[in-house]
C-alpha cells in the first residue's frame, strides 16, 4: 500500500540500554516499506548514556524518530509500558512493539505484517517467530517459536484466546504488529487500570478477544536475555511473582468474558509447576518442600520431573545431580507435550 500518512508507529521502551539501544534503532531503519512509520521512544530517565544515543538518532532522522525523555523514572512511580507513553501519541493505523535492549533482523518485517492486516480485516495482530540470544553465555537460539511449536504451529493463528490463557500459545513482543484500534477503544482502559506488571501479556489476549491472530513463521527478530533480567537473574521471588501476575490476568479474562472454569484451574496448575521450577533452582530446601506439599494439597497431578526435584533436595542431592535429572524429566515432559498435541488434532 502506497500512503503520505504515517502507516506503522513503532514504540519503543528503553531504560538503560546503553549497550543495545543502538541497534534497536538500526533494526527499525533498515525497515523497506512503500509507506511511512514513526519511531516512538520513550527512556525513562535511563542512568547510563542511553538518552545520549537516542538524542543522537533523533537529530540525524528528525522526522521519524520522536522520542519522549523523562527526567524521574516513571516505572518506579506505577506508570508503566507504551499503554500510556507511546500509544496515546501514535499516529499510524498499526502499531509494532520492541524494547530497546531487542532487534529487528528482517527488513520486511513491517511490510510483510502490514500486507497481511490490510488484506484480511478479520485478523487484528501477526506476530513472528524470533531468534534468542544470551548476553552472558553468547548462546543462540534460532527459530523459538517454529520449534517450540513445530507439531502445531496452527495453534498459534486464529482465535486463540483460550489458548493464550491456557499457556498453550504465546506471543513474543518484539515481532508484534496489531491494529490501532484496539489500544483506542474505551473498553482497553479497563484492562490498562488494572496495572498487571507482566509485560504485555493482557494486551494479546484483549486483541484476542476481539479477533484473529496471525502467526507468520519467519524469523524477524532477536530477543536478548540480559543476566540481570527479571526471568534470567536471581531474582527468584520475583520471578514467581511474574507468574502469580500473570494469573491474575488470566482470572481477569475469564471473568470479563465468562469463559469455562477449566481454563482458570488447569492455569493454575501451570503457575504452580513453574513456581515450584523457580523454588528448586533458588535451592531453598524449606520454601520448596513447603510449596510441594501446597501443590499437593490442591490435588494437582504430580509429575516426573516434580517428583525429581522434590527427591533431589529432600535427600540432600548435590545440585548438579539435580539439574541433571530435572533436564532429564523436562525432555520428557516436552516429548509428552507434542504427543498430546498431535492426539488432539487428530
Known amino acids: ?15 538503560n540500554h546503553e549497550s543495545y539501544i543502538r541497534k534497536c534503532l538500526e533494526g527499525f531503519l533498515i525497515q523497506k516499506t512503500d509507506f511511512p512509520f514513526e519511531i516512538l521512544i ?6 547510563d548514556g542511553t538518552e545520549e544515543i537516542i538524542r543522537e538518532y533523533e537529530a540525524k532522522y528528525p522526522n521519524i524518530i520522536k522520542p519522549l525523555y523523562e527526567k524521574e523514572n516513571q516505572w518506579q512511580k506505577g506508570r508503566r509500558g507504551s499503554a500510556i507513553f507511546n500509544f496515546p501519541r501514535a499516529r499510524g493505523k498499526y502499531i509494532a512493539l520492541c524494547e530497546g535492549d531487542d532487534y529487528w ?18 485478523y487484528g495482530m501477526v506476530h513472528t517467530d524470533y531468534d534468542r540470544f544470551y548476553t552472558k553465555t553468547g548462546k543462540w537460539l534460532h527459530n523459538i517459536m517454529h520449534e517450540t511449536f513445530k507439531n502445531n504451529l496452527s495453534i498459534l493463528s486464529g482465535n486463540i484466546l483460550e489458548d493464550l490463557l491456557m499457556y498453550r500459545a504465546m506471543v513474543w513482543t518484539g515481532t508484534v504488529c496489531f491494529r490501532k484500534e484496539f489500544v483506542d477503544n474505551k473498553g482497553y482502559q479497563e484492562v490498562v487500570n ?31 536475555l540480559l543476566a540481570n533480567s527479571a526471568t534470567q537473574g536471581n531474582d527468584f521471588p520475583q520471578q514467581v511473582e511474574i507468574y502469580r501476575t500473570s494469573f491474575d490476568v488470566v482470572k481477569f479474562f475469564i471473568i470479563k468474558y465468562n469463559l469455562s472454569n477449566e481454563i482458570l484451574l488447569n492455569t493454575k496448575e501451570v503457575f504452580y509447576s513453574r513456581a515450584l521450577e523457580i523454588y528448586f533452582r533458588s535451592k531453598n530446601k524449606k520454601l520448596f518442600v513447603s510449596k510441594f506439599n501446597k501443590y499437593k ?23 548438579i545431580i539435580g539439574r541433571v535429572l530435572f533436564a532429564i524429566s523436562n525432555r520428557i515432559r516436552k516429548i509428552s507435550i507434542k504427543m498430546n498435541i498431535i492426539k488432539r488434532d487428530r
Open 1 to 15: 500500500m502506497k500512503s503520505n500518512k504515517i502507516i506503522v508507529s513503532v514504540c519503543c521502551l528503553a531504560y
Open 42 to 47: 520513550h527512556d525513562d530517565a535511563s542512568t
Open 105 to 122: 533482523t528482517d527488513p520486511y518485517k513491517l511490510q510483510k505484517q502490514v500486507d497481511f492486516l490490510e488484506e484480511n480485516p478479520e
Open 194 to 224: 488494572q496495572n498487571f506488571s507482566v509485560g504485555d501479556f493482557p494486551l494479546w489476549c484483549w486483541i484476542a478477544a476481539h479477533s484473529k491472530l496471525k502467526y507468520l513463521d519467519d524469523s524477524t527478530a532477536v530477543r536478548q
Open 297 to 319: 494439597n490442591n490435588n494437582f497431578t504430580i509429575s516426573l520431573k516434580q517428583r525429581i526435584m522434590n527427591f533431589s533436595i529432600q535427600n540432600n542431592a548435590t545440585y
